[in-house]
Nanobody, 122 residues
């Protein structure tokens, strides 16, 4: 059983919106920093957004003002609301979690989702 299960990716037209979800299946959700990463074919993986245990958030510069990371501790679910989507946002998106936000943001996460594909195209 996967620790994190992410979902919500789809084909969407430029300017559209999507909301990605990531469900924690086993660990103490509110004790972990959680983040979204993405990777497009032929490109390096990059951190998109992160939220720490205190609710402090950080975003990739190119998505600021368009994406919002949040979590619902009761539902043990992480979200990424993506608005004003652009073709360059197309990628496989992965959620990630770990006890230390600085390490998670650098890619050293204890748990990863399986990935959900976001494609922005007309």
């Amino acid at each position: 059983v996967a620790q994190l299960v992410d979902s919500g990716g789809d084909l969407v037209r430029p300017g559209g919106s999507l909301r990605l979800s990531c469900v924690d299946s086993g660990r103490i959700f509110d004790d972990y920093a959680m983040a979204w990463f993405r990777q497009a074919p032929g490109k390096e993986r990059e951190g998109v957004a992160i939220i720490d245990v205190n609710g402090i958030t950080q975003y990739l510069d190119s998505v600021k003002g368009r994406f919002t990371i949040s979590k619902d501790n009761r539902k043990k679910t992480l979200y990424l609301q993506m608005d004003s989507l652009k073709p360059e946002d197309s990628a496989m998106y992965y959620c990630a979690a770990g006890p230390f936000s600085s390490r998670v943001w650098r890619g050293y996460a204890d748990y990863w989702g399986q990935g959900t594909q976001v494609t922005v195209s007309s």
